[in-house]
């Protein structure tokens, strides 16, 4: 199984945030996990409201358990409430529904990974992960969907 590495991990954090300052977003925390939802790296910034490792790490953990941004995840709890309810409830509450976690893919479209940002509007958040997977060579569920992997870019 690959995972994603700790330089991989570090240079999507140290990206997001940066690009985050050009923007002139919120104070941004940023978490980087392997498969299992295993902390590689987590970076909060200065000012950053006191839950935003639990925000960063849910969505990150919505992305790697549903095989889907957080994003999707946030659509379907309006879709299917119910099915949702009882997803967040098998993972002891895991789970974030909100943009801002996205699946860390490699050249062939593997998981290795996932990545949550949390700080500013669901949007915002969602556009610096993309930006961030990017910057480290890597791919989202966008950029692999000529993969050999089933790929989920709607519900």
């Known amino acids: 199984m690959s995972m994603i590495s700790l330089a991989q991990a570090e240079k999507i954090i140290d990206c997001i945030l940066a690009r985050a300052r050009e923007l002139d977003c919120r104070p941004m925390s940023v978490v980087v996990v392997e498969p299992g939802a295993i902390v590689k790296a987590f970076k909060k910034e200065d000012d950053s409201a006191?839950?935003?490792?639990?925000m960063a790490m849910g969505?990150?953990?919505?992305?790697l358990a549903l095989g889907r941004s957080s994003s999707l995840v946030r659509m379907?709890?309006?879709?299917?409430?119910?099915?949702?309810?009882?997803?967040?409830?098998?993972s002891q509450?895991?789970?974030f529904a909100e943009g801002g976690g996205m699946l860390i893919r490699d050249e062939h479209g593997d998981v290795l990974g996932a990545v949550g940002v949390t700080g500013d509007t669901q949007e915002c958040d969602?556009?610096?992960?993309?930006?961030?997977?990017h910057q480290a060579g890597l791919k989202t569920d966008v950029d692999a969907t000529q993969s050999k992997h089933h790929v989920r870019l709607k519900n």
Do not use: Q, V
């Open 93 to 95: 509450d895991r789970i």
């Open 50 to 54: 006191m839950m935003r490792f639990e």
């Open 76 to 90: 379907r709890t309006e879709e299917r409430p119910l099915f949702m309810d009882f997803l967040f409830k098998a």
């Open 126 to 133: 969602e556009e610096l992960a993309a930006w961030g997977i």
């Open 59 to 63: 969505k990150a953990y919505a992305a």
